[in-house]
């Protein structure tokens, strides 16, 4: 099993920036990739970023690709989402997730064995 705790979120006016954080713990050998996603009210839940456990690669979702960044620390086992040039419609609770055993793609949620709790961002206008 793996245990996910994201933090960072919180409000943020529009153009400012946020650093969410994801600790991981528990059966980390397991990991293949770690991953962020978000959900907006009344939206489904969609992929933002990636990042291979090796941190040889990284996947990002268009609307995102040159305003954040996914970084990994493997000595702290956490996986950050640094996010800038933010927008309204990044509001959105950011979850966590981590791909283990087979692999069945990084870039949605069906890719993904473990989940964080989530935290929320807004961003105001």
């Known amino acids: 099993q793996v245990q996910l705790v994201e933090s960072g979120g919180g409000l943020v006016q529009a153009g400012g920036s946020l650093r969410l954080s994801c600790a991981a713990s528990?059966?980390?050998?397991?990991?293949?990739?770690m991953g962020w996603f978000r959900q907006a009210p009344g939206k489904e839940r969609e992929f933002v970023a990636a990042?291979?456990?090796?941190?040889?690669?990284?996947y990002y979702e268009d609307s995102v690709k040159d305003r954040f960044t996914i970084s990994r620390d493997s000595a702290k086992n956490t996986v950050y989402l640094q996010m800038n040039s933010l927008k309204p419609e990044d509001t959105a609770v950011y979850y966590c997730?981590?791909?283990?055993?087979?692999?069945?793609?990084?870039?949605?949620?069906?890719?993904?064995?473990?989940w964080g709790q989530g935290t929320h961002v807004t961003v105001s206008s």
């Open positions: 997730a981590a791909a283990a055993g087979y692999y069945r793609g990084y870039t949605h949620a069906g890719g993904y064995d473990y």
């Open positions: 990042i291979t456990w090796s941190g040889g690669s990284t």
């Open positions: 528990g059966s980390i050998f397991s990991i293949n990739a």
